[in-house]
């Protein structure tokens, strides 16, 4: 059982097929076939088995697919903790961030970052609350920014930020807002800004119309337009209170307090934590008491 017989195999459970995997991992078809064959020889299970045209994992394939996955993170962090280890200032450092985050509070932190510590190997994962969780707990990811960690993952919150979120909506609209009644933008689920403005709602007993947007610029200019209300940090619509284009709701229990979190895992590597001191230079975040 080699490293590379289980990225084969993790690239075909993730493609669905023979061609596809070896497309993505610049090799032959031939070669990823005779992977395959290696590791379920080495377990004495199959793993796969031919579904139309492509592959599907056996109910032994998809268990052994999630060790795979984080032996693979594994050997990742491994080799970022010793390449960190050597020299902080040249190691690898992965983030992932939820959408929000990424949009709001990375990209500066991000150039100052890499003004002042340009050789580190950096690479950035943005995706909804339950991808970027998966990534941290699979050791695909060094640091999350996102909200609370979720029960269960073995995680260290390393910083926290404020972020307040608020209920806006373009004048006119505020006007005349009824909880219930009012249509409401919100993004796709699994984002966790949804969950927390379905979770609002529920609280009070109300379905109003929905309208659902793929991404927090969409939310933003679908409120702007009088789309409907949308709950949202405060620092994502700065610029559109100021100029008019939104206003901030006086809706029943808000503003909510949902800082974020930059969390890492169990045994932080040194490259993460020359991040994190970077982190804790930058104006609100703390160290978490």
């Given amino acids: 059982m080699t490293e590379a017989r289980l990225r084969t195999f993790v690239a075909v459970a993730d493609a669905g097929s023979v061609r596809e995997a070896a497309r993505r991992l610049y090799v032959t078809e031939s070669a990823v076939s005779a992977a395959l064959a290696a590791l379920a020889r080495d377990l004495g299970v199959a793993l796969v088995r031919r579904e139309g045209r492509g592959l599907a ?33 040249r190691g690898p450092l992965r983030l992932a961030a939820v959408t929000t985050a990424a949009d709001q509070v990375l990209p500066e932190l991000l150039a100052s970052f890499r003004a002042r510590w340009p050789e580190v190997d950096l690479a950035l994962e943005v995706g909804p609350r339950r991808q970027v969780w998966s990534s941290l707990a699979a050791h695909r990811a060094d640091l999350v920014l996102a909200g609370r960690p979720p029960a269960g993952v073995a995680a260290t919150v390393l910083a926290r930020r404020p972020n307040v979120l608020v209920v806006v909506g373009a004048p006119a609209l505020a006007a005349a807002f009824d909880p219930a009644t009012t249509p409401w933008v919100m993004r796709e689920p699994g984002s966790g800004t949804r ?86 230079d930058a104006p609100g975040w703390s160290r978490p008491r």
Avoid: C
């Fill in 195 to 280: 969950a927390t403005a379905e979770a609002y709602l529920t609280e009070r007993d109300v379905a109003p119309p929905r309208l659902v947007l793929g991404s927090n610029g969409a939310v933003v200019a679908g409120a702007a337009a009088g789309l409907g209300a949308a709950l949202l940090s405060r620092d994502a619509v700065r610029g559109h209170l100021a100029d008019g284009s939104l206003v901030e709701i006086d809706a029943p229990g808000t503003p909510l307090h949902r800082p974020w979190h930059a969390v890492g895992g169990p045994d932080p590597t040194p490259t993460t934590r020359l991040f994190v001191d970077h982190l804790l």
């Fill in 57 to 89: 994992l056996t109910p032994a394939g998809t268990v052994y697919a999630s060790y795979a996955r984080r032996v693979l993170g594994l050997l990742e962090q491994g080799r970022a903790a010793a390449r960190g280890a050597a020299d902080p200032a």
